[in-house]
């Protein structure tokens, strides 16, 4: 299974999306290593809403023949990997050229609000995708509530996790974990078993 | 048997069903008639689940529908199913997973219907297809699990002869083998050589539905000096215009 949605999550683009959010605001590394988190959100919020279903044929196509448990988290796992593998090639690349050096706590901190945000932005993803197969198959209206609404909700997390990492650290991490088992939860919950039918 | 039973449903302030019944049984080709707009696609987007109604049941084996049940029914929509940038094998693979099977159930079923429906075993993806090739993909995909009912939604648009004969020979196959078929399509020709059942929706309901014999000794009666074909044909005209 891992093959084939590694196929469709190329092949809908939304792995070259990833590189090219990176890569376009990867100076911004140089400014702040958290300010790329909210600029690359920012390009991949149709990904990260839309993950599993990145168009009306995959919805339906759920709709009709089921969505196993495996589906959603290899697409998940899939795209934690990629954003994680980019932006660590990119903080190891600019921390060589950092004029006071990094400190390894830096570091860390940004990869638990970049990851932190991200589990989010994927359990909203895949919150969205089990309203979609539990309702109409074409969302045309909700979807200018949809986007807002993540970003503002993406944004929350985002300060939160940033606020807190520098100021309470420890909570920060509790904040990570909170959002680890919801991000957990939304990727395993049984699809198949949800009466989805109208 | 599939029975949907006073299936409503509005668009804004436009009914687009009005109480409208059908049974579907196993083994017979059901063609749902109507002119364009009459209804026909809502109909089916609701049977498979994709589009809420406003009332109305509907029923498999006598008991409501669900989620299970809905992957005994194989569909095929007026706009052809698949993903675009999969080859053939490797779409219907992604159907197979979808459903549950494992490779060694699934392989030896990809094979069968490539070859079924002379589609290529490359990896060549769907949308260099041509549109004939298209259709036979979305019909490879709906039989794939065998399923007990299949659902075509105007399947023969934009196909050609030779593809509509073939998958034409293929459904009265599938039927003789017990496999309930429920049908609409504009081309008449088609569907007269086809169905088992006719029922036609107009007006957002349901002004006839009998079975062939019933319909042909009808349109006989009424038009002896026509050609049996041909009968049938302006009973079923004079049926909308009325």
Same mark, same amino acid.
């Given at each position: 299974?891992? =093959?084939?949605?590694?196929?469709?999550?190329?092949?809908?683009?939304?792995?070259?999306?990833? %590189?090219?959010?990176? *890569?376009?605001?990867?100076?911004?590394?140089?400014? /702040?290593?958290? %300010?790329?988190?909210?600029?690359?959100?920012?390009?991949?919020?149709?990904?990260?809403?839309?993950?599993?279903?990145?168009?009306?044929?995959?919805?339906?196509?759920?709709?009709? @023949?089921? %969505?196993? /448990?495996?589906?959603?988290?290899?697409?998940?796992?899939?795209?934690?990997?990629?954003?994680?593998? *980019?932006?660590?090639?990119?903080?190891?690349?600019?921390?060589?050229?950092?004029?006071?050096?990094?400190?390894?706590? /830096?570091?860390?901190?940004?990869?638990?609000?970049?990851?932190?945000?991200?589990?989010?932005? *994927?359990?909203?993803?895949?919150?969205?995708? @089990?309203?979609?197969?539990?309702? =109409?198959?074409?969302?045309?209206?909700?979807?200018?509530?949809?986007?807002?609404?993540?970003?503002?909700?993406?944004?929350?997390?985002?300060?939160?996790?940033?606020?807190?990492?520098?100021?309470?650290?420890?909570?920060?991490? $509790?904040?990570?974990?909170?959002?680890?088992?919801?991000?957990?939860?939304?990727?395993?919950?049984?699809? /198949?078993? $949800?009466?989805? @039918? *109208? | 048997?599939?029975?949907?039973?006073?299936?409503?449903?509005?668009?804004?302030?436009?009914?687009?069903?009005?109480?409208?019944?059908?049974?579907?049984?196993?083994?017979?080709?059901?063609?749902?008639?109507?002119?364009?707009?009459?209804?026909?696609?809502?109909?089916?987007?609701?049977?498979?689940?994709?589009?809420?109604?406003?009332?109305?049941?509907?029923?498999?084996?006598?008991?409501?529908?669900?989620? +299970?049940?809905?992957?005994?029914?194989?569909?095929?929509?007026?706009?052809?199913?698949?993903?675009?940038?999969?080859?053939?094998?490797?779409?219907?693979?992604?159907?197979?997973?979808?459903?549950?099977?494992?490779?060694?159930?699934?392989?030896?079923?990809?094979?069968?219907?490539?070859?079924?429906?002379?589609?290529?075993?490359?990896?060549?993806?769907?949308?260099?297809?041509?549109?004939?090739?298209?259709?036979?993909?979305?019909?490879?995909?709906?039989?794939?699990?065998?399923? +007990?009912?299949?659902?075509?939604?105007?399947?023969?648009?934009?196909?050609?002869?030779?593809?509509?004969?073939?998958? !034409?020979?293929?459904?009265?196959?599938?039927?003789? &083998?017990?496999?309930?078929?429920?049908?609409?399509?504009?081309?008449?020709?088609?569907?007269? &050589?086809?169905?088992?059942?006719?029922?036609?929706?107009?007006?957002?309901?349901?002004?006839?539905?009998?079975?062939?014999?019933?319909?042909?000794?009808?349109?006989?009666?009424?038009?002896?000096?026509?050609?049996?074909?041909?009968? !049938?044909?302006?009973?079923? +005209?004079?049926?909308?215009?009325?």
């Amino acid at each position: 299974m891992a =093959s084939l949605v590694f196929k469709i999550l190329k092949k809908e683009g939304t792995l070259i999306l990833v %590189l090219f959010s990176f *890569l376009l605001f990867s100076p911004v590394y140089f400014l /702040d290593i958290f %300010l790329i988190i909210p600029m690359a959100f920012f390009l991949l919020h149709r990904e990260m809403l839309n993950l599993a279903a990145p168009s009306e044929q995959n919805v339906i196509l759920y709709k009709l @023949y089921g %969505l196993p /448990d495996s589906v959603l988290l290899w697409s998940n796992t899939l795209m934690i990997l990629s954003v994680n593998a *980019l932006n660590f090639t990119l903080l190891m690349f600019f921390g060589l050229f950092a004029l006071e050096g990094m400190k390894s706590s /830096d570091y860390l901190n940004q990869l638990l609000v970049l990851n932190g945000v991200l589990l989010f932005a *994927l359990s909203f993803g895949n919150t969205m995708l @089990y309203y979609r197969l539990k309702g =109409s198959a074409f969302l045309i209206l909700q979807k200018i509530l949809i986007v807002p609404l993540f970003f503002f909700s993406v944004l929350l997390i985002f300060t939160i996790l940033f606020l807190l990492s520098q100021a309470v650290p420890t909570l920060a991490a $509790a904040v990570f974990v909170m959002l680890l088992l919801i991000w957990l939860t939304s990727a395993l919950y049984k699809y /198949d078993r $949800a009466e989805k @039918y *109208l | 048997m599939i029975g949907l039973k006073n299936i409503s449903k509005r668009f804004g302030t436009q009914t687009v069903l009005n109480n409208v019944s059908l049974d579907i049984r196993k083994g017979e080709i059901h063609a749902l008639l109507g002119t364009n707009g009459a209804g026909k696609s809502t109909l089916i987007k609701i049977l498979a689940g994709l589009l809420p109604k406003e009332n109305g049941g509907i029923y498999y084996d006598q008991a409501p529908m669900k989620t +299970e049940r809905i992957r005994k029914i194989g569909f095929v929509f007026d706009e052809s199913l698949y993903l675009p940038y999969l080859s053939a094998g490797e779409y219907l693979e992604f159907v197979c997973r979808l459903i549950g099977m494992g490779p060694k159930t699934y392989q030896p079923k990809i094979d069968e219907s490539l070859s079924l429906f002379s589609l290529p075993a490359d990896r060549k993806p769907i949308n260099t297809y041509s549109n004939g090739m298209k259709s036979k993909v979305s019909f490879a995909a709906a039989m794939i699990h065998s399923p +007990e009912f299949l659902v075509l939604d105007e399947p023969f648009n934009g196909i050609d002869f030779i593809t509509t004969r073939e998958v !034409v020979k293929i459904l009265k196959q599938r039927a003789k &083998e017990g496999t309930g078929i429920f049908v609409t399509s504009h081309q008449f020709d088609i569907i007269l &050589e086809l169905a088992t059942h006719f029922s036609i929706l107009h007006g957002a309901r349901i002004i006839l539905s009998m079975p062939r014999e019933q319909l042909q000794e009808e349109a006989e009666k009424l038009f002896a000096d026509l050609s049996a074909g041909e009968a !049938v044909k302006t009973y079923v +005209e004079n049926s909308i215009l009325a």
